[in-house]
């Protein structure tokens, strides 16, 4: 037995079609191997004694003990507290592409199974193993029973890994060797024990600055603020259980556990909205709601040590800290950097100083700036976790309603397995992103801020059309569903303006985003709407519209709202009243205003 338990193996032989309980399995058991995670797939059951599942063994030392309380815990954040009469289907629907029928991939034949066993005994890693039975991983349901096959067998095992290693290295649940005694009573009244004197915390960080940049460097905000979450996600992997590139959710059972990542934001000096829960584990395992946990009644923010007052001069960039540096002076003294030198004298704290100071990655803004301001589109992709657990549920349950007209909202519980599941489609959702606007735009004028935060050089407004396709694709291909329910978790802000043009104004913007797609002519409008409507947007925009007509009611715009709105409506020049009816036909059913029907039509002219 060269190496340790294995967690993420338990549940190997679910890739085969034999019985879960191993009743079927007499006929393989010379090929068996001889590893402690073959241990581990044997005795990490233990049910109650109501169970109609029956299993040959139980835990019977420290690590498969953990590894059965690992496995609960991983059920009770996955499995769903309702599931309808019908065949049991071994492929995971995803609620939020539900026309994706994955073939059942299991190993059926009895040499695949003993090809199976002959690996398993080579004591291979989660990583070997994975690699190896990818396709079959990713779209086994975990649990086959109808209503409870919406997520993988893959994320089950990802999930239960993480446990246990959390519980092996608990400072708080503590359980001895000399507990363990082998009789399947006494270890599911050992397993009952524990859970009833166990607290479980979860808590949900977002991350915030107060910073308003507006030079190029002044951007390396979100270059720190990536790095200190990359930072917490590595040293407490297995302790994060959501992340986006402005929040966390993560659990604990040491009650100071929290105070260590807070510190580590706050003294770089951003705040945090922290959010915080402890449950009993008997609450989580009777499979109670996990939705009502993060309520914002019980937010509290988080900010670093703050001067009692501040003397002037303030920092220019957070005003909100005494402006002890002077820039370029006090940077040009230190690093010789000639192309900073004839920059505007500023009074920056020490912490904005140290910022504007990093190497700045954004080589090509600078470069389009300093050519003589050019025209950029800022893009930026959000996830909402409060609209994603709501759009879940509303998907959830529309699936069970179809099955079992009996289901009620109740029923449709989002697990953490299923904000995982998805999670892995919105990451592979970003890559294909960022992919294809490199592809459309080139590596030239395009540049990543974070991984879903984009400038693109802009030849004119209507290059926001292009990165509209892109996004329209990849919805449809990925998360089609999104596209048809309102208040989707998925939201695209774009702002087309000058690359000189103050970039906290922009930011500003951004983080007031409410509708799924945002769309602002800096200086010139704003266009809302939903991702269900992007069909149509994009139909709209490739219209015949006669030029001469558009060009008109922007020019006369800019003299009045008020009169161009007039001239919109006017019958009397009938060449562009037909381009102002086609603009109603396509828009108006979209639910846009006047405004937003100028504003388009902007865009179209391309400004």
Same mark, same amino acid.
Request: proline share 4%; charged share 35%; with cysteine.
């Given at each position: 037995m060269a190496r340790e338990l294995i967690p993420e193996l338990h549940d190997a032989l679910k890739i085969t079609t034999l019985k879960h309980d191993f009743s079927d399995f007499d006929r393989f058991a010379k090929y068996s191997p001889n590893t402690r995670s073959w241990q581990g797939i044997l005795q990490h059951h233990c049910p109650d004694r109501e169970s109609e599942e029956?299993?040959?063994?139980?835990?019977?030392?420290?690590?498969?003990?953990?590894?059965?309380?690992?496995?609960?815990?991983?059920?009770?954040?996955?499995?769903?507290?309702?599931?309808?009469?019908?065949?049991?289907?071994?492929?995971?629907?995803?609620?939020?592409?539900?026309?994706?029928?994955?073939?059942?991939?299991?190993l059926r034949q009895d040499s695949e199974v003993i090809e199976l066993l002959q690996f398993l005994s080579r004591d291979p890693t989660y990583e070997e193993f994975y690699s190896k039975y990818k396709d079959i991983l990713e779209t086994r349901a975990e649990d086959a029973r109808p209503g409870w096959n919406v997520t993988s067998l893959n994320t089950h095992l990802i999930l239960t890994g993480k446990f246990y290693r959390f519980l092996k290295n608990s400072e708080v649940l503590k359980v001895e060797k000399n507990e363990i005694i082998p009789d399947q009573d006494k270890i599911r009244n050992l397993r009952n024990r524990k859970y009833s004197e166990w607290d479980l915390y979860l808590a949900r960080l977002r991350f915030r600055f107060n910073q308003?940049?507006?030079?190029?460097?002044?951007?390396?905000?979100?270059?720190?603020?990536?790095?200190?979450?990359?930072?917490?996600?590595?040293?407490?992997?297995?302790?994060?259980?959501?992340?986006?590139?402005?929040?966390?959710?993560?659990?604990?059972?040491?009650?100071?556990?929290?105070?260590?990542?807070?510190?580590?934001?706050?003294?770089?000096?951003?705040?945090?909205?922290?959010?915080?829960?402890?449950?009993?584990?008997?609450?989580?395992?009777?499979?109670?709601?996990?939705?009502?946990?993060?309520?914002?009644?019980?937010?509290?923010?988080?900010?670093?040590?703050?001067?009692?007052?501040?003397?002037?001069?303030?920092?220019?960039?957070?005003?909100?800290?005494?402006?002890?540096?002077?820039?370029?002076?006090?940077?040009?003294?230190?690093?010789?950097?000639?192309?900073?030198?004839?920059? @505007?004298?500023?009074?920056?704290?020490?912490?904005?100083?140290?910022?504007?100071?990093?190497?700045?990655?954004?080589?090509?803004?600078?470069?389009?700036?300093?050519?003589?301001?050019?025209?950029?589109?800022?893009?930026?992709?959000?996830?909402?976790?409060?609209?994603?657990?709501? &759009?879940?549920?509303?998907?959830?349950?529309?699936?069970?309603?179809?099955?079992?007209?009996?289901?009620?909202?109740?029923?449709?519980?989002?697990?953490?397995?299923?904000?995982?599941?998805?999670?892995?489609?919105?990451?592979?959702?970003?890559?294909?992103?960022?992919?294809n606007l490199f592809e459309k735009f080139g590596q030239e004028r395009t540049e990543t801020l974070i991984r879903d935060f984009f400038c693109i050089k802009a030849e004119n407004a209507r290059d926001a059309f292009a990165v509209l396709e892109i996004l329209n694709a990849y919805l449809s291909k990925i998360f089609p569903q999104f596209k048809r329910i309102s208040d989707g978790p998925i939201k695209l802000s774009i702002a087309y303006c000058r690359s000189n043009f103050p970039f906290f104004e922009i930011w500003r913007l951004f983080e007031t985003h409410v509708s799924d797609l945002e769309l602002f002519l800096i200086g010139h409008g704003k266009i809302a709407t939903s991702f269900k409507y992007l069909d149509d947007l994009l139909l709209a925009s490739g219209a015949s519209y006669r030029k001469s007509a558009?060009?008109?009611? &922007?020019?006369?715009?800019?003299?009045?709202?008020?009169? @161009?709105?007039?001239?919109?409506?006017?019958?009397?020049?009938?060449?562009?009243?037909?381009?102002?009816?086609?603009?109603?036909?396509?828009?108006?059913?979209?639910?846009?205003?006047?405004?937003?029907?100028?504003?388009?039509?902007?865009?179209?002219?391309?400004?």
């Open positions: 029956k299993f040959p063994a139980f835990p019977t030392d420290k690590e498969t003990f953990l590894l059965h309380i690992a496995d609960g815990l991983a059920a009770n954040f996955s499995r769903h507290a309702q599931s309808f009469r019908g065949e049991r289907s071994f492929v995971i629907h995803k609620l939020w592409n539900p026309d994706l029928k994955p073939e059942d991939k299991r308003k940049p507006f030079r190029t460097r002044d951007l390396a905000i979100f270059d720190l603020r990536q790095e200190l979450l990359d930072q917490i996600i590595q040293n407490y992997q297995d302790n994060v259980l959501f992340s986006t590139t402005d929040e966390i959710i993560i659990y604990y059972d040491k009650p100071t556990f929290l105070e260590d990542i807070v510190s580590v934001f706050l003294e770089h000096s951003f705040w945090l909205a922290v959010n915080e829960e402890k449950r009993r584990f008997e609450e989580i395992s009777s499979k109670k709601l996990l939705e009502s946990f993060f309520q914002r009644r019980k937010e509290r923010h988080a900010y670093g040590d703050m001067p009692s007052d501040i003397s002037p001069p303030i920092c220019e960039i957070c005003q909100m800290a005494y402006g002890s540096k002077i820039w370029p002076t006090d940077y040009v003294s230190s690093h010789h950097d000639e192309e900073v030198a004839e920059e @505007a004298i500023e009074y920056l704290c020490d912490r904005c100083f140290e910022i504007r100071s990093r190497p700045s990655r954004l080589k090509k803004l600078k470069e389009w700036t300093e050519a003589g301001a050019e025209n950029v589109l800022w893009v930026k992709l959000w996830l909402d976790y409060d609209r994603l657990v709501a &759009a879940l549920r509303e998907l959830y349950f529309d699936y069970l309603k179809a099955n079992n007209p009996k289901a009620t909202k109740e029923d449709a519980t989002v697990r953490f397995s299923l904000i995982w599941e998805f999670q892995k489609d919105f990451d592979l959702f970003l890559e294909c992103f960022q992919k558009l060009f008109k009611l &922007a020019e006369v715009s800019k003299i009045s709202e008020k009169l @161009a709105e007039l001239k919109f409506y006017d019958r009397s020049e009938r060449g562009d009243f037909e381009t102002y009816e086609s603009l109603k036909r396509n828009l108006l059913p979209l639910g846009m205003d006047f405004r937003s029907m100028l504003t388009f039509a902007k865009l179209v002219e391309g400004l």
